[in-house]
């Protein structure tokens, strides 16, 4: 920023705010004075009609006519001819009203509509003599009322509201332009002073950009003041002497700087497509460790698109493309935004990681929150599908957390910065069981034990998957439940007590009321059935409830 345009941000908002608080000053007072005028004046003609409407109905009381309709009826007459009097502008309007809102009598016309019948009514039940702004006949009107009690009339003078607050929106509108045109005088007076006051900087400035622009360093700046700013030039010259026998030098320097910048981003934009940014910088910041792992825990996910053999057999190879390149759009952009690393693709499948090269605080939860919304984000997906008249992804989610070997594995001509270790085969098993239990997403127990109480967690099973033979408790896991789902699950969770103490029928009655809750729950389902099984044939008496899986 120049500092011109700093002297101009500081000052002027002191002038605006100077401006605007005089401005205003005046608006509120003279406002204030107009409305508190108008609104006696409304005020005083309710109290002329008032007192009016008392004398005509005190000389029906005097002469015993009270009982008679048509003398009644003839002071209501008059009443309604005094209002006409002392109306002074065609948008004035005077009505009578009953207990149930009908007009009884009215100075222009007027229909009351449906909607505004309820704040009427409201009005005529408080008996209201304060001013009240109000809507009538789709009109906005101001107006002040009182309850006459021998008619049975709440009798309410009023003025549009356009009319009535017209002075003050004048008032407004001046006010705004005077404080308008004030700002403006003052941001050309500024501007000018400011010009004035940094022209010996733009002096200096302006012969360094020609000493820039050819190379001659002989120029000089011309010394106008014996102030700071003539200080600054005469020191701005003895530098420019100094420089003028040092600048091949500096030149050489200077482009082989710009060399070395323009190769390093050049072989950044190359691997940014391949390899995670924040590792890149790692990289150029300690070249030697290129080739050395470590051993860390990290969140594990795996996404695989299910009988994508079946959906890519429906598309054209450039539909299927463009389906596939949509998805991983999608898909990306979650884990990214997550601080997650997309390791590879595997075909339709992704793998990911959270925890490096970069470790953040909360991994762990966000390698969770990532699969939950990247499950949203399918089904955006798929909507989208539909409208193409494409066929829709379905897929599954496993995310373990472990320790696992990270860094760039291969060699010096081609290498991969990845993870490897059982960790990252029970992530891929994990994914392959979802289809099994009919979840969009399983955890391992492991991760579970970091979300705990922080994400709303399912127990499923305890399986020993393909290849291993000690069992893994395995959960499915939701942003947030409804009341239903969270009842079906905390029943669910004493099912699976009840299961794994081999107490089968009560198993099976937990199950049952849970499907009963969540028809076509799949989990529930398949523990019921498991439960029937095992009372037909009982577990041997070493069985620990594990579930060995034949495949994936």
């Not at 021998?150 to 008032?171: A, D, G, H």
């Not at 011309?222 to 600048?247: C, R």
């Amino acid at each position: 920023m120049r500092i011109r345009t700093k002297i101009i941000s500081i000052v002027l908002p002191l002038i605006i705010v100077t401006l605007t608080l005089a401005g205003f000053s005046a608006y509120f007072a003279s406002t204030s004075g107009i409305s508190e005028i108008a609104r006696n004046f409304l005020g005083f003609k309710a109290e002329e009609l008032e007192k009016y409407t008392d004398n005509q109905w005190k000389l029906l009381v005097d002469n015993n006519f009270t009982d008679r309709p048509d003398m009644v009826a003839a002071t209501k007459a008059g009443v309604e001819a005094f209002a006409y009097s002392i109306i002074r502008s065609d948008t004035e309007l005077i009505v009578a009203l009953n207990g149930d809102g009908e007009l009884q009598m009215k100075t222009g016309d007027l229909e009351i509509t449906p909607d505004e019948m309820g704040p009427v009514l409201q009005l005529i039940a408080d008996q209201s003599t304060d001013m009240k702004e109000i809507s009538l006949g789709n009109i906005g009107r101001v107006g002040k009322g009182f309850w006459f009690e021998p008619f049975q009339w709440y009798i309410f003078l009023t003025e549009e509201r356009e009319t009535f607050y017209s002075s003050v929106n004048r008032i407004t509108t001046q006010t705004i332009y005077i404080i308008a045109i004030g700002v403006i005088i003052a941001v050309i007076m500024l501007a000018w002073l400011a010009n004035y006051l940094t022209r010996p900087l733009n002096d200096v400035v302006r012969t360094m950009k020609e000493i820039i622009a050819d190379n001659d360093l002989s120029r000089r700046v011309k010394v106008e003041f014996n102030d700071e700013t003539g200080e600054l030039a005469h020191t701005f010259n003895i530098m420019s002497e100094e420089l003028e026998g040092a600048y091949s030098k500096i030149k050489e320097f200077a482009m082989d700087a710009v060399i070395a910048r323009k190769k390093e981003r050049k072989i950044r934009n190359m691997f940014e497509k391949y390899v995670p940014q924040d590792l890149i910088d790692s990289l150029f910041a300690n070249p030697e460790s290129m080739l050395v792992g470590n051993n860390r825990y990290l969140s594990i996910l795996f996404s695989d698109i299910r009988s994508f053999t079946t959906i890519s057999e429906r598309l054209a190879p450039d539909d299927l493309v463009n389906s596939l390149n949509r998805y991983f759009d999608i898909m990306v952009d979650i884990i990214m935004d997550k601080n997650g690393i997309v390791d590879k693709y595997i075909g339709d499948a992704i793998m990911a990681f959270f925890g490096a090269p970069v470790a953040y605080e909360n991994d762990t939860i966000n390698s969770v929150y990532a699969a939950l919304e990247m499950v949203d984000g399918i089904r955006s997906f798929n909507e989208q599908q539909i409208k193409l008249g494409k066929p829709e992804f379905k897929t599954g989610i496993g995310v373990n957390y472990g320790e696992v070997t990270v860094g760039n594995i291969g060699t010096e001509k081609k290498m991969d910065y990845t993870v490897i270790g059982d960790a990252v085969n029970l992530a891929s098993r994990l994914e392959g069981l979802t289809k099994e239990y009919g979840q969009d997403l399983i955890i391992s127990e492991t991760l579970f034990g970091e979300v705990e109480g922080k994400i709303p967690c399912r127990f499923l099973d305890t399986v020993a998957v393909k290849g291993k033979t000690k069992g893994v408790r395995i959960y499915s896991a939701k942003k947030s439940l409804n009341d239903k789902e969270k009842k079906a699950w905390e029943i669910h969770a004493t099912g699976m007590d009840f299961y794994l103490g081999r107490r089968f029928n009560e198993g099976i009655s937990c199950f049952q009321r849970v499907r009963e809750i969540l028809p076509g729950d799949k989990v529930s389902a398949m523990m019921e059935e498991r439960c029937s099984e095992y009372l037909r044939t009982p577990p041997p008496e070493e069985w620990d409830g594990v579930k060995v899986m034949k495949t994936k």
